[in-house]
């Protein structure tokens, strides 16, 4: 068997150099055999990065269901928070 661990996070820039992001990993096992069909693992890949970034836009866009736990495998975390140095400057990148 071979695992593929698949994840994706982004990062949003708000008001006042506040940002708040959401990550996902997801992880799967594939037979090994996979490995001598780049394209079928390829496709299990691209199946598995879109399903990752549709979640995590899904939670940062307020469309998410955080009202029960992720399975042990599809682990899912948001987090928000505010950074800044101090002088009144900061950075809002927004990616």
Do not use: C, W
């Amino acid at each position: 068997m071979l695992k593929l661990n698949i994840g994706f996070s982004r990062k949003m820039g708000e008001a006042n150099y506040g940002s708040r992001g959401a990550s996902v990993n997801l992880e799967i096992e594939v037979e090994s055999g996979l490995v001598r069909e780049p394209d079928t693992l390829q496709a299990k890949i691209d199946y598995m990065f879109n399903l990752a970034k549709s979640s995590v836009d899904a939670q940062l866009n307020g469309n998410g269901h955080t009202d029960q736990p992720a399975p042990m495998k599809a682990r899912n975390q948001i987090g928000h928070g505010s950074h800044g140095n101090g002088n009144g400057r900061g950075s809002n990148n927004g990616s």
